[in-house]
């Protein structure tokens, strides 16, 4: 292990120009994992009742920290997906490197954890410069500590890059690296995994349904919190699988019939590697699933509070604040699933900048491999989207059937899928100035 951490740290320092780019996205990756650890401490460490002149009183009670600290830590698995992002990319800049690793006598296994452990350094970087910031915050607020939190303070900027390199590890598992420079992953087919994602959380909504069904109505949100995270889930995970099911059968058939050039190439690439659009929209799908739900109960939330006697202006501007932090969490969460979409293309013309250069040899134009590269993203993503949204409004709809039963609901979750969609496509977007650089003929040099 020593061995293989100084030679990550050899090969960070000698990286060239086209490779600072992703030490400088996982060092930001590393910043924004350390700032919401240090965030979910320094509430954590605050006990018993509290005065706290932030969000109209929402850090008081012990209950409502509590569920701050959980968001906080929920919003780590999207950042640490997307430094699982940077790490695969990586892999793929660095063939030449760990060819001639191979060749040296390394083992697959020690090349995926030597590229495993070049994150490490530069998320040491981001969870310093994290740290500062929030000390400078720190500072600037008046407020000291308890000891505990300073203890803990030093295991998050310690344990992030310890964790990063985990993730990236974990994210290298199947990477391939073959002594003649070729890197690849091993491809894994659908079984028994995508059977109990699917069958779990349907056990648990058939639960949560029966015991809706049998509260005969009446207003009680104790069966609510396991019907809406089973729903969320089987959302998620249906969503997912559709991602990689439809992309393995437009793969198919567009590849049979179609007759755009565009359309042709996007299909090959859609049936040679179906999940991959699975493995990258993961967390936007999840985000999507979320969003919509939440957009919908904040909506039919907000309505029963104004209508009930009681409530002063402060109790509304308490609710309402803690709703507005919660959505903008969730915007952090997409924020974060956007930028590893635009990784993951990015990650997906470096694998194949051969075979980008041999067709712009053969006389492919730019605008059809650009048109196909945006139809890689566009084609799987449209029907896992819709069945994510529809989960999402699902969620939407059993929540103001049980709150505000009778009325009308809102449709204006219904827009979340769709800004979401468009999203997805302006960050595939993003990867088009390195489609410029990777269709030329001069790259089949390296081949």
């Not at 470096?350 to 491999?369: C, D, E, I, K, M």
Request: charge should be positive; charged fraction near 15%; proline fraction near 6%.
């Amino acid at each position: 292990m020593r061995t293989d951490a100084r030679i990550a740290w050899t090969l960070v320092l000698g990286s060239d120009r086209r490779e600072w780019w992703r030490i400088a996205l996982t060092s930001a990756g590393a910043l924004l994992a350390t700032g919401l650890a240090l965030a979910a401490v320094t509430v954590y460490s605050v006990s018993g009742q509290a005065s706290i002149a932030f969000g109209h009183g929402l850090l008081n009670q012990p209950g409502q920290r509590t569920g701050v600290v959980a968001t906080l830590v929920l919003l780590l698995v999207p950042v640490f997906g997307f430094l699982g992002q940077c790490a695969r990319i990586g892999a793929v800049h660095r063939d030449r490197r760990t060819a001639a690793l191979r060749l040296a006598g390394a083992s697959p296994r020690q090349v995926r954890r030597i590229a495993a452990l070049e994150s490490g350094p530069a998320c040491l970087v981001g969870a310093l410069a994290s740290c500062a910031v929030f000390a400078a915050v720190l500072a600037g607020s008046g407020r000291t500590p308890p000891p505990p939190a300073w203890a803990g303070y030093v295991v998050v900027v310690l344990g992030v890059p310890v964790a990063a390199a985990l993730v990236s590890g974990f994210a290298l598992r199947k990477v391939i690296a073959a002594p003649l420079g070729t890197l690849r992953r091993a491809q894994a087919e659908p079984g028994r995994r995508t059977a109990l994602a699917l069958l779990l959380p349907g056990v648990v909504l058939a639960a949560a349904a029966l015991l809706l069904f049998l509260s005969d109505g009446r207003s009680d949100v104790g069966p609510l919190l396991p019907l809406v995270v089973s729903l969320v889930l089987l959302s998620s995970a249906g969503a997912l699988w559709t991602a990689g099911a439809s992309a393995a059968f437009m793969g198919r058939r567009l590849t049979a019939g179609a007759r755009s050039p565009a359309v042709l190439i996007a299909a090959g690439r859609l049936r040679q590697d179906p999940w991959a659009a699975a493995r990258t929209h993961s967390a936007l799908l999840l985000v999507t699933v979320v969003g919509t739900g939440f957009v919908g109960v904040r909506e039919v939330m907000l309505a029963a509070l104004r209508e009930r006697d009681g409530y002063s202006p402060v109790d509304l501007d308490f609710y309402t604040t803690g709703l507005d932090l919660t959505g903008a969490a969730v915007l952090v969460a997409l924020s974060v699933g956007l930028c590893g979409l635009a990784v993951g293309a990015a990650e997906s013309l470096a694998t194949r900048r051969r075979g980008l250069a041999a067709q712009a040899a053969a006389g492919v134009p730019r605008a059809v491999l650009t048109r196909a590269l945006l139809l890689e993203t566009a084609l799987p993503l449209a029907p896992a989207t819709l069945l994510a949204g529809i989960g999402g409004m699902t969620v939407h709809l059993s929540y103001a059937t049980l709150v505000t039963p009778g009325r009308f609901p809102s449709m204006l979750p219904l827009l979340v899928p769709v800004a979401v969609y468009a999203a997805c496509l302006l960050a595939a977007a993003t990867s088009l100035p390195l489609l410029r650089r990777m269709a030329r003929p001069a790259e089949l040099r390296f081949t």
